[in-house]
Nanobody, 125 residues
Framework: QVQLVESGGGLVQAGDSLRLSCTAS????????VGWFRQAAGKEREFVAG????????FYADSEKGPFTISRDNAGGTVYLQMNSLKPEDTAVYYC??????????????????WGQGTQVTVSS
């Protein structure tokens, strides 16, 4: 079992930045691919960014390649999502998720085994 806890969300203005954190406990964190997803009100949950285990290769949804950066600190058991130049359309609940399998590029919800409870990000115009 892996337990995931997101933090760092909040209310910001358009153009601001936020850094979300996903802290894991349980198993050897470096064995897991970790992804960030988000779900806006009334919409389906969508993939934002992912990062592989030991190698730390990153992959992104096409729409977020520029302003968002995912990174990880395996020793600290944390994955980060740095979000710059935020827009109102980035408003959503952001979730981190993990799956065992250190080098896969997983972008579908059903590929992930473990989920956090989510953190709200609200961007005002």
């Amino acid at each position: 079992q892996v337990q995931l806890v997101e933090s760092g969300g909040g209310l910001v203005q358009a153009g601001d930045s936020l850094r979300l954190s996903c802290t894991a406990s349980g198993r050897t964190f470096s064995n897991y691919v970790v992804g960030w997803f988000r779900q806006a009100a009334g919409k389906e949950r969508e993939f934002v960014a992912g990062i592989t285990g030991r190698g730390g290769t990153t992959f992104y949804a096409d729409s977020e390649k520029g302003p968002f950066t995912i990174s990880r600190d395996n020793a600290g058991g944390t994955v980060y999502l740095q979000m710059n130049s935020l827009k109102p359309e980035d408003t959503a609940v952001y979730y981190c998720a993990a799956v065992l399998g250190g080098s896969g590029y997983y972008a579908r919800e059903d590929e992930y085994q473990y989920w956090g409870q989510g953190t709200q990000v609200t961007v005002s115009s």
